[in-house]
């Protein structure tokens, strides 16, 4: 006969079981921090930074959880009660007490001193490649300091306005107050090698812009900005989607970065910026046909 410690016990196995199966069937979802450790790519400076740090900290911790694990299961097993062993008593052994506490300070003095070190590649730009140096403006920084710009003070810098179900690029190209700026929907193209600084909003709700290989999110937030940079080296596609439950369709909120090599960047530049002008010289003849159809004869 099962009793009830048995059947708790085969419970408690079997839930494990299921809940392990779900969590490995799980589709990795379009944009996710990595399964081990915080996605990069693309060489830009942030992110690379972010992984570095977090693979250091984490190899870390890993050696020591191994090690303290390690030897207490090996003490529990040597020592069991039932083969009457009895381990070495070490309490007030001085010179065991003195090398833990230090050796544990030493490898918190590291990680500070190597996060300190990491952190100023994560939050400071660096200037852009010479090659990009035409497409990019110059910007004053903001009194706040919240920006952070290159040592030069160049970058490319785009508007990321999020709205109810898209993310909308504007290119000011140095001349916020532009109408005629171009502008793009869900992709946002960048040229490679050039800092890329954006400045990111939202018009109604509040989402989040993240793109994993790019570094960390930022909050789009309805009259208030965030700042954040990347500097993409290698032409690519790197795909991310808003990270703030902003409504129904929030989960269609998907964005991607396309980096291409700055003569491909300037020929799509000059090739969107037609393009709107023509779709708005289409719209006013559009409108200007409706309205003298309404006028009459
Ligand atoms: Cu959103």
Not at 30 to 45: D, H, K, L, R, Y
Not at 75 to 101: C, D, F, I, M
Not at 244 to 266: D, I, S
Request: net charge positive; proline share 6%; aromatic share 8%.
């Amino acid at each position: 006969m099962r009793t009830p410690a048995r059947r708790l016990r085969r419970r408690l196995a079997l839930t494990a079981a299921v809940s392990s199966a779900a969590f490995v069937s799980i589709p990795a979802a379009v944009a996710s921090a990595g399964i081990i450790a915080p996605e990069s790519g693309g060489g830009t400076p942030n992110a690379e930074g972010i992984r570095s740090l977090y693979l250091l900290i984490g190899i870390l911790a890993v050696i020591v959880f191994v090690g303290v694990c390690g030897l207490l299961i090996h003490t529990l097993v040597k020592y069991r009660a039932s083969k009457g062993g009895v381990p070495s008593q070490v309490h007030g052994n001085n010179r065991l007490e003195v090398s833990w506490t230090v050796g544990a300070a030493l490898i918190l003095v590291l990680i500070s001193v190597v996060t300190f070190v990491k952190l100023g590649q994560i939050y400071e730009p660096p200037n852009s490649d010479a090659s990009a140096l035409p497409l990019t403006s110059k910007l004053t920084p903001a009194a706040d300091g919240r920006q952070k710009l290159p040592p030069n003070g160049r970058v490319y810098q785009i508007d990321v306005n999020g709205l109810q179900y898209v993310w909308r690029y504007t290119y000011p190209d140095g001349d916020t107050n532009n109408l005629n700026n171009v502008f793009s929907y869900e992709e946002m193209v960048v040229p490679t090698g050039a800092t890329v600084a954006l400045r990111i909003f939202a018009q109604d709700v509040q989402h989040s812009w993240w793109i994993p290989q790019l570094g960390g999110k930022f909050d789009a937030v309805p009259g208030y900005a965030n700042y954040t940079w990347f500097k993409i080296s290698e032409p690519g596609v790197y795909r991310g989607q808003c990270a703030e439950l902003c409504g129904r369709n929030h989960a269609n909120m998907v964005a991607q970065v396309r980096a291409l090599p700055p003569a491909k960047f300037q020929a799509w530049y000059d090739r969107q910026k037609a393009a709107i002008r023509n779709a708005d010289e289409q719209a006013a003849k559009a409108r200007n046909a409706a309205i003298k159809a309404t006028a009459g004869p």
